[in-house]
């Protein structure tokens, strides 16, 4: 299999790390997702990795607390997983360096842009954490922003639901599945998959996405290849 794409952000989010529990970190899930990492690295793709913290803490669980506190909660939490990930693609002998958007110099490096693009240089995954740094940004507004900053192919969200679909699935089985869909129409229509901010920065730095399940088998290495699966979004 060849890549069609050479650098790609993959947006995890922290409930799939879960696995059945739905909380914490499953290690069976984290060594799925290594193993392909590890397949499409060995091909030379460059990855960049931003992890949600939603298998800890959403910053919405605070019903009671100050908005910025609760989301600052929730960016601590995804340095826990940024962290796990960081040792288990150690383990497997692939370079990993943890930038965070807040300072905590005594586990990972602050986010420094052109320090991220030299390790992509030197063959070394970059874990992205904290999101933006900021309360009231999502994790997927995150990913937007650093997939726009390291100029990334394209946005990969690995997800629990296989594609995008007009409706929840789960609860509806007439929902209708989108193979296609441009980033105005997931603005226009309030699709709940991808929030207003991230698709927004995406569309206008022309910046493709590719929405799909991360328990389908190999889904990560297939999205790279770029076999059909899960939805595109993009501008057309």
Known sequence: MQ??????LLKLSGEALAGPAGHGIDEEVISYVVDQIAAIHKMGVEIALVIGGGNFWRGRQGKNMERTTA?????????MNSLAMMDALEQRGIPTRVQTALIMTSVAEPYILRKALHHFEKGRVVIMACGTGNPYCSTDTAAAQRACEIQADV????KNIDA??????RTNPAAKKYDHINYMDIIKNGIKAMDTTAATMCMENNIPAIAFGLDEKNSIVRAVCGEKLGTIIDNN
């Open 3 to 8: 890549p069609k794409y050479k650098r790609v």
């Open 164 to 169: 995008i679909y007009d409706s929840d699935p």
């Open 155 to 158: 946005l990969m969200m690995a």
């Open 71 to 79: 989301d600052h909660m929730g960016m601590l939490a995804t340095v």
